[in-house]
């Protein structure tokens, strides 16, 4: 599901910024000291360090849903995940690389949703679509993140990738209802048509669904 994710941003950037593959190379390996010795061209770096479950836009309940055999099973929404993405631009002039970055950041400032048609594979059928958000990890130093992978500290953008996970765990269903049945009792005389001072009650019982028809039962109770 992750490399899905992977192709679905990269397909992103080079119809939205754009970035020709001709020109720019993307690339999702860690921004370490050994990658970046080997950079020989403009490239966009889209580092994934953080997965997390997002609760606040988990739904709630049970589905009914149908399995591939075609009976009603049961079970708990998608969930939703949060996937961090460290992007960073790598040229070999400042100037450059900053315009590069800068390219990147608007775009998506400008996209909160991917629509569809830059989903992929089996990602393209999840709802709701991908969400993104560009913002400061909360909690994180810059300088020791950069520490950690062993490189020069350098501008980078943290994008938030909100996205559905395609975990359908079920349960079998009871059959599905077909028929429901209401008995109500009245003590209305003249409703139950029957004669006399005496108290009366009526039962009367509808159903729906099928072939079903109400019906009426009196009965009297002296």
């Known amino acids: 599901m992750l490399h899905l994710l992977d192709e679905t941003l990269e397909r992103f950037l080079r119809a939205s910024v754009p970035l020709p593959e001709r020109d720019v190379d993307v690339s999702f390996e860690a921004p370490d000291r050994d990658w970046s010795a080997g950079v020989s061209r403009p490239t966009v770096n889209l580092f994934l360090w953080d997965v997390r479950r997002n609760l606040a836009e988990q739904d709630a309940g049970v589905l009914v849903d149908r399995d591939e055999d075609g009976r009603t099973v049961r079970r708990p929404p998608l969930p939703r995940l949060d996937c961090r993405y ?10 450059d690389e900053h315009s590069l970055l800068g390219d990147v950041l608007q ?6 949703v991917l629509v569809a048609e830059h989903l992929t594979g089996a990602a393209a059928d999840l709802r709701p679509l991908p969400t993104l958000r560009v913002g400061q990890p909360e909690g994180n130093d810059a300088t020791d993140f950069w520490s950690a992978l062993g490189g020069r500290l350098k501008p980078g953008l943290d ?12 349960w079998p269903a009871g059959p599905d209802v077909e028929r429901y ?20 009650h009526a039962r009367e019982r509808v159903a729906w669904g099928g072939d079903a028809r109400p019906a009426r039962a009196p009965d009297r109770k002296p």
């Open 86 to 95: 460290l992007v960073t631009a790598w040229t070999t002039e400042v100037r």
């Open 181 to 200: 049945e209401l008995e109500v009792l009245a003590s209305d005389r003249a409703r139950a048509g029957v004669e006399g001072t005496g108290p009366v």
């Open 107 to 112: 775009t998506l400032m400008l996209t909160p």
């Open 159 to 170: 994008l938030v990738v909100t996205t559905t996970l395609d975990v359908r765990p079920t």
